[in-house]
């Protein structure tokens, strides 16, 4: 099935229950990429991506197309990300990837080329590792406007209609993310 996102929503609002595959097979990498930088874990992102689905299957009529669906979208990941990352203290953290599991999720997340230098591709991962730790010191709010600002390109308007936020307030939230980040990644330089 071929159209625009719009489209397809709008099969799945006339009843075509096969149409909402076509937009999770579009995006769920995506969301997947965001809800594993806003979680840290791989586990919890896919129970977030897959909390995502299910919700905006539930609320697709809710849809109205002022903004993109993937804004909607993400939105809605975002707020499964932050119900998820609110429980943790009540049930314990789920343990974090081991080296080897973690590396090989963020090859698949960079996608490094392969004539890459090895040398660069192992400090590149180390970077990401650190930065992924910065990461966790964050907000919630923050971690979320920084990975869609930085990570997935978004516009500060589109961080702002997903996290309800003004322009004024989304910039701010990616500045403090930027600044807390630069302060803990300069300590452990």
Known sequence: MDGTD???VTLVQQGDRDAFRVLVERHSRAVFRVA???TGHEQDAEDVVQETFLRAYRQIGQFEAR???ATWLYRIAF???HDLLRQRPRRGTRPSLDDH???TLRAELADPSPE???????MSRRLGSRLQ???SGLTTQERAAFVMRHYEGLSIDEIGRTLSLGDSAAKHSVFRAVRKLRLALADGA
């Open 6 to 8: 719009v489209n397809v």
């Open 36 to 38: 594993y930088r806003l």
């Open 67 to 69: 903004s993109s669906f």
């Open 79 to 81: 707020n499964c990300a």
């Open 101 to 103: 599991e973690a590396g």
């Open 116 to 122: 890459a230098d090895p040398a660069q591709v192992l």
């Open 133 to 135: 730790s910065a990461l």
